[in-house]
């Protein structure tokens, strides 16, 4: 490093379940882990301001919707804020995350429901979807810089539940005569 340099610190904030975070700030990354649940990162690139929320359901089939758990609420309270802030809603752009079946054997899979509500949302409102990472099996981390629109995704590791899971799904290995087993 050179003396005298300045080194750039950047800002986190943490978007935890029923949550929404909005920032003009260059210097702010919004984080959050998702499993099944979604986050929609949107931005207005003209006029640098994005945000990024975390919900839990869909909300979208006449379910108690006013809570920001909830993707309708939610997905409403995050482009509203946008718009006060200068965005037009014609600018904006969304990445989506999230979504993952991180448990087998419910009678329903919470995760592709998250992801096939903020598709068809995205697509109602006439938002363009310019990136996503929608399903699968595992949890992710994202860093969302919302006013370069920058993203980042990391898997996490399985739970030990997870673990469990696909430990108790494997096959059995068939017997082969002669062979010894070590514990």
């Known amino acids: 490093m050179t003396v005298g ?16 975070a909005i920032s003009a700030d260059p210097d702010l990354v919004l984080t959050t882990i998702l499993g099944s649940c979604v986050s929609a990162c949107l931005r207005d690139p003209a006029v640098g301001v994005g945000g ?3 919900f839990l359901l869909p909300g979208d089939t006449g379910e108690k919707a006013e ?3 909830y993707g309708v609420h939610a997905m409403e309270l995050l482009i509203n804020s946008l718009l006060q802030r200068g965005a ?12 993952a079946c991180v448990v087998r054997g419910l009678s329903t899979d919470v ?11 995205l697509e109602a409102e006439g938002i ?4 996503e990472d929608l399903g699968g099996a595992q949890a992710r981390r994202i860093r969302y810089w919302p006013v370069s629109g ?9 739970s030990a ?15 082969t005569a002669g062979a010894v087993e070590l514990f």
């Open 111 to 121: 995760g592709a429901k998250n992801a096939a509500f903020a598709k068809r949302f």
């Open 88 to 99: 037009m809603r014609s600018r904006l752009e969304a990445k989506l995350f999230g979504g």
């Open 67 to 69: 809570t920001v758990k």
């Open 52 to 54: 990024m929320n975390h």
């Open 161 to 175: 539940a997870q673990l469990h899971e696909l430990e108790r799904r494997a096959p059995e290995k068939p017997a």
């Open 150 to 158: 920058r993203a980042s995704l990391q898997w996490l590791a399985p």
């Open 128 to 131: 363009a979807c310019v990136s």
């Open 5 to 20: 340099a300045t080194q750039k610190v950047e800002r986190v904030t943490h978007v935890v379940q029923g949550e929404y």
